[in-house]
């Protein structure tokens, strides 16, 4: 379908609406939010315009990131007119639960304010049709902990951008295991590696927002197609 085609490209393109001056190239011409609403007034499918239009769309964003060829401001702007339009579908969207992939529960760890990867990462899973509970910064392992008993089968993402504070993502794992919680755990950030990701036994690693998603729906069992 040609209209989900230009939502698909106005969201690669990162161009949000009419108005919008970004990319200079796409000037005038509408964007993600205009595309969205004139799919809504076709009577399109809410799976088809999230699932291959919205979706889509990041989806390749994403693999552009992974491959060098975008870069964290473009990401972080087509993942914004990405939101844009989720914005418009979501009222609809929850009377179809069954939309939602997943839920990811994200904070940035005790100690650090740091965010701008968090919430790249949570837009990049939002675009990828995950339900995100932001915590925000600073969270203590034992608000993990509350949130993440009321949803047992949710995974959990971590960030730190602090040497100083990656140890608290050892301690947040461990009182989440102490109270027998088995969700699934992401960490992410700076001074992250694979070798302390294994050591504080988390269930997955990442440096790169452009392969969370695919991380996600592995680590939760989800079809991956």
Known sequence: MRLIEELKKAVIKGHANVDAAYPPDMKGQPGVIDLVNKA???????KTILNKGLIGGMNIVGEKFSSGEYFVPEMMISAKAMKGGLNLLEPLLVKEPSQKLGTVIMGTVKGDMHDIGKNLVGMMLEGGGFEVIDLGVDVLPEKFVKVASKHP???IGMSALLTTTMENMRETIELIRENSLDNKIIVGGA???EKFANEINADGYSNNAGIVVDMA???LKIDNK
């Open 191 to 193: 001074p992250i590696t």
């Open 153 to 155: 089968d949710a995974l």
């Open 40 to 46: 809504l007034e076709e009577n399109v499918e809410l």
């Open 217 to 219: 729906k592995n680590l």
